[in-house]
């Protein structure tokens, strides 16, 4: 069994806070792809054709393209929910 020390307790803290924050951007890229498609992101235009195979590979372009936002700041989510899920974790 590992001694119990601040050393560990901050570490294990900061490898916990990492997986909350990633965790956190994670939810919030999956908000944003819904938010994406909502807006119509990634539908199959009538000049291309598109067809089937457009239609169900949009999904992978909008994931992309909301992860891609979320890494330049996204709408703020991440930060809400990273601090709430760290303050339910601390079980203040």
């Given amino acids: 069994m590992p001694e119990i020390s601040a050393a560990n307790i901050a570490t294990t803290a900061t490898g916990r806070d990492m997986k909350l924050h990633r965790l956190a951007r994670e939810?919030?890229?999956?908000?944003?792809?819904?938010?994406l498609k909502s807006a119509g992101f990634g539908?199959?235009?009538?000049?291309?054709?598109?067809?089937?195979?457009?239609?169900?590979?949009?999904?992978?372009?909008?994931?992309a393209q909301a992860r891609e936002m979320v890494k330049t700041g996204g709408i703020g989510l991440a930060e809400h929910l990273f601090e709430a899920l760290k303050e339910r974790a601390d079980g203040t």
Avoid: W
């Fill in 27 to 35: 939810l919030e890229a999956n908000f944003m792809a819904e938010m």
């Fill in 43 to 63: 539908k199959a235009r009538d000049a291309f054709g598109g067809g089937a195979g457009e239609e169900q590979f949009s999904s992978f372009k909008r994931r």
